[in-house]
DNA sequence: GCCCATCAGTGATCTTGGTCACATAACAGC
DNA sequence: GCTGTTATGTGACCAAGATCACTGATGGGC
């Protein structure tokens, strides 16, 4: 099984014990494209390393809205398993697969073990940390701050870096991340297109801007 | 000068070695009020637990907008000084005193050091950034989702819960933390006086809402 | 090639909240 | 008390973005 996902090269830099723990105490799971991985609220009993796929997490709340707050991608680990309990009655924070995922689950002892026992493991828990706070704070100064077209606009140049010029997102799917209308996405978009940035096809377009 | 702040009372549930190299190795700093105590960029050589006062901790860029992210009271860290290390050209994170403060420095090399060696300093870490980002969770879902009334609702509700029912603060200084304009929070904070929910005054206002 | 479903484009209108321009009001110092 | 300063109240107007109501495109399945 685990020669399949080759942790040491997904996870680089970790001690050698560790990887042995991991391959002993952490299984492997898979999960198939569109399962909810992770409804808050519930209470968390293991922490999770993505070493396949895309695991999408954002905000919804009960009328329906939802924002999209940031993708985890193989050699990333879930911040919000790790140490979150919010919950409020009215909004959730959702973990959700995009594509076929495999994670490695790690229970939460070893968790705790480990921070005590491997400095690696610790500077990797640090290290997840910030990265997720950093972009909960990149986000909050975009929603505070800016306007729409800016929004948009980074929100496309995030996509682009991770995925690539091609971009397969309807208006709509991108209208939903930004708790947008597509309406407004589409007006947005056709400027853009005036401007030369982007070509646009039916489920998707091609981001031209240098 | 150690006993006119009990750490042990301030900062309880923490093992006894810990109290003592506290005691040994943090040092104790008062800051006036008013002082800006952390500018994001500048790199972190230490990490604060707040003895006495009020740390506000917000955003703001370059156009002298604001938002409020939280306080930091006695008894709590400073989770981005912690492990934050957001930096954009544009915005950044500050941290200011409020009223006069008095803080306790740790080197970094200690925080490191203590993580494996006393389990309740790791447990207090973990704490401190699961309130934190929970906190930040809160916050997105405010601005994402709700509307100014519900917005300047729970942020004096919060006011409240930390400072009681006399809280004394302009509609000005209000505005600006939810980075809105004086006049809307004029308008609404009417319209909460109409409904009896508050008695206003001339620098201050009594919360009368159950 | 026709039908249907999905996606995209666009004008009209509405709502929220920001901005402007004042009018009061309250207090502080003299 | 008078005066200047700061805080608040309010109407008029503006702008961004949401919503509504459509019209076209595009493509897949049969």
Redesign the interface.
């Known amino acids: 099984m685990e020669e399949r996902y080759p942790i040491r090269q997904i996870f680089p830099g970790l001690e050698e014990g560790l990887y042995e723990e991991l391959e002993q105490y952490a299984d492997i799971k898979e999960i198939p494209a569109g399962t909810q991985m992770l409804r808050k609220g519930q209470t968390i009993r293991s922490t999770m390393l993505v070493l396949d796929g895309i695991v999408k997490l954002y ?1 919804d ?1 009960e ?1 329906g ?1 939802e ?1 999209f ?1 940031y993708d985890i991608e193989p050699g990333e680990a879930c ?2 398993s790790m ?4 919950r ?1 009655e009215n ?1 959730q ?1 959702v973990a959700k697969a995009l594509t076929d995922v495999v994670v490695l689950n790690i229970p939460i002892q070893y968790m ?1 073990e480990w ?3 491997y ?1 690696s493991w ?1 500077y990797f828990v ?1 290290r997840t ?2 990265a ?3 972009e ?6 975009d ?3 800016r306007n729409m077209d800016e929004r948009l606009l980074s929100y496309i140049e995030k996509q682009v870096e991770k995925m690539g010029r091609q971009v397969k997102l309807t208006h709509q799917e991108i209208a939903t991340d930004l ?1 947008s209308s597509r309406e407004v996405i589409s007006r947005l978009m056709k400027k853009m297109e005036k401007n030369g940035w982007l070509i646009s096809h039916r489920n998707s377009f091609e981001w031209t801007k240098p």
């Not at 140490?83 to 919010?86: G, L, Q, W």
């Not at 909960?136 to 100064?141: D, E």
């Open positions: 905000q709340d009328e809205n924002f707050m911040a919000v140490v979150c309990t919010y409020q909004s924070v705790d921070l005590g026992k400095k610790h640090i940390w910030r997720r706070y950093d909960l704070l990149r986000t909050i100064n929603i505070a701050f708790n």
